[in-house]
């Protein structure tokens, strides 16, 4: 029933991303956390000053990225990587480095609809560690493929694949791997695990897509 499940959300997701389902490769090796698509208004907030973000454009430590009402935008990491913003997301590329062969990076997503993909690690690296926030929840990133919504006082996750630690920001971690499932954290508890249809999920991941790439 679980591969049943996994193939369904498989073929869901390669409806409306065909080049870039469950494997989400990068188009190419990025040195540096690299913005690989835009659509619509977004800015990034480098130090005290809003810039326009373009494609292309090489992200520094410290960079938060803005979408505005109808904005989307994909950011490439080093180690085959890739996060998706929806429509009034803020993402911040807080650290990051390639030291000893490894990828280290920590995350935060403010607000908004992303969706993030680990796919497999190249450029020379060995191995990844990846931490991302959230204003509730605290995400450990391993071989995985999930969506979510950060909301002031809560965050929807939805694995679609692999696995991830997840924690509240004030609670301890566990090791999810219900994909096709949802779970809503806040920051003492995580909810009990919800199964998603194909038909629920197809409109959630559909808010991250930037069509045709």
């Not at 505005?68 to 080093?78: E, K, M, N, Q, S």
């Not at 993909?117 to 560690?129: E, K, M, P, Q, V």
Request: hydrophobic fraction near 40%.
């Amino acid at each position: 029933m679980q591969s049943l499940i996994t193939l369904t959300i498989t073929l869901t997701l390669l409806c409306f991303s065909a080049s870039h389902a469950i494997a989400d490769e990068i188009n190419g090796v990025v040195n540096t956390p690299t913005v690989s698509r835009v659509l619509g208004q977004v800015k990034v907030l480098r130090g005290n000053k809003f810039e326009p973000v373009r494609t292309g454009m090489v992200l520094r430590q410290g960079d938060e990225i803005r979408t505005g009402r109808r904005g989307r935008a994909y950011i490439d990491f080093p180690d085959n990587s890739r996060v998706k913003l929806g429509n009034h997301s803020r993402f911040l590329v807080r650290e990051w480095s390639t030291d000893a062969g490894i990828f280290s990076s920590t995350l935060r997503i403010f607000q908004g609809a992303f969706r993030y993909t680990a796919g497999f690690i190249s450029n020379g690296l060995s191995a990844r560690r990846t931490t991302l926030t959230t204003r509730t929840a605290v995400l450990g990133v391993r071989g995985t493929d999930f969506w979510g919504r950060v909301d002031k006082d809560k965050t929807f996750f939805l694995l679609l694949e692999g696995e991830v630690s997840l924690a509240p920001r004030f609670g301890e971690a566990i090791v999810y791997n219900e994909a096709g499932s949802a779970v809503s954290i806040n920051t003492s508890t995580i909810s009990e695990p919800e199964a998603l249809s194909a038909k629920t999920i197809t409109p959630l991941a559909e808010e991250t897509e930037i069509a045709g790439f």
